[in-house]
């Protein structure tokens, strides 16, 4: 089992930035893949961010690519997800996601959830 808490969510104006962490503890040397989602009010859950643990390749939904940057520091068994260029539509409860067995990052489904961090983007 993997257990993931985030952090790093808030209140940020349009055009600002914020970083969020996610800490991963139990059997982190199983971790293949860790990633990003999120979900608005009324929405259903989105695909934001995800990569792979060993060798960093990344794959990014549209939506973001270009102002999310996702990363991970292996030593402290963290993953990032540096948001840029915020925008209102943005506003989301963030959770970090892994899985321990290797797949394509562009069908990304973890086993293993983060409660969520809320981020919400003002105009």
């Known amino acids: 089992q993997v257990q993931l808490v985030e952090s790093g969510g808030g209140l940020v104006q349009a055009g600002g930035s914020l970083r969020l962490s996610c800490a991963a503890s139990?059997?982190?040397?199983?971790?293949?893949?860790v990633g990003w989602f999120r979900q608005a009010p009324g929405k259903e859950r989105e695909f934001v961010a995800a990569m792979t643990w060993t060798d960093a390749n990344t794959y990014y939904a549209d939506s973001v690519k270009g102002r999310f940057t996702i990363s991970r520091d292996n030593a402290k068994n963290t993953m990032y997800l540096q948001m840029s260029d915020l925008r209102p539509e943005d506003t989301a409860v963030y959770c970090c996601?892994?899985?321990?067995?290797?797949?394509?990052?562009?069908?990304?489904?973890?086993?293993?959830w983060g409660q969520g961090t809320q981020v919400t983007v003002s105009s």
């Open positions: 139990g059997r982190t040397n199983s971790l293949n893949t």
């Open positions: 996601a892994a899985r321990d067995y290797s797949g394509s990052l562009k069908r990304y489904e973890p086993q293993y």
